[in-house]
């Protein structure tokens, strides 16, 4: 399986979808975004900050073993770090796969193992 | 192996760990980083309580060198502590 995990302090710039074979016929794609309420108290964005070399080790860990569990072909993963404007993406990921429903729990799963235990933090300036 | 390179200019003292406070636990002990000579079998509870005797470790995780470890376990040649607060990146 192909494994992309950037983290980026720019707005996320959503990479070229080249197909890494041609049975792949699901490719899923999730965009997390910044919400105007957080904790019910209205902001204008979340710093993010990560325990990098970390974050990189633990969600690469991650990422195989959904790969054993659910196979894929390809995950591309972006976390944006600093400053995220409201109504702007601080999370995108991105799952190649033959079918759909492996692609959809692979996607589903990684976000929740993401926020399990991924040495990423988001802080709320209000 | 300290899996930071930022944190690692020059050679490091044996004896020395460079403790990394994130997020909340950052504004709990009051340092993101910073160097701290160290007896290999202290543990990295041994370690807090020498630093913030009163620092609460409630939900705190440790990672020694950037791998999840617990807070009775001996530093042993970790180059790197890091105190990880509950995550909330997505």
Do not use: Q
């Amino acid at each position: 399986m192909i494994i992309a995990i950037h983290f980026t302090t720019d707005p996320i710039v959503i990479p070229r979808s080249s197909l890494p074979n041609r049975e792949i016929g699901a490719v899923v794609e999730f965009h997390g975004i910044v919400r105007e309420l957080e904790s019910a108290a209205p902001i204008d964005g979340l710093n993010y900050e990560a325990y990098e070399p970390m974050a990189r080790k633990v969600l690469e860990k991650h990422l195989l073993d959904l790969h054993a569990i659910h196979g894929c072909d390809a995950v591309h993963f972006i976390h944006r770090l600093g400053w995220v404007p409201v109504g702007e993406a601080s999370l995108y990921l991105r799952v190649m796969s033959s079918h759909r429903a492996e692609a959809l729990r692979f996607l589903a799963d990684a976000i929740d193992r993401l926020k399990l235990d991924v040495p990423i933090w988001k802080i709320s300036t209000t | 192996m300290p899996c930071s390179d930022s944190t690692h200019t020059g050679s490091m003292d044996e004896s020395e760990i460079t403790l990394l406070a994130f997020a909340s636990a950052r504004e709990n002990l009051g340092f993101s980083t910073r160097s701290l000579a160290v007896n290999r079998a202290e543990t990295p509870l041994d370690i807090l309580r020498r630093i913030a005797p009163d620092a609460n470790i409630e939900n705190l995780r440790v990672a020694l060198d950037c791998e999840f470890s617990d807070w009775h376990t001996p530093v042993g040649h970790a180059r790197e502590l890091a105190f990880i607060p509950p995550v909330s990146g997505g």
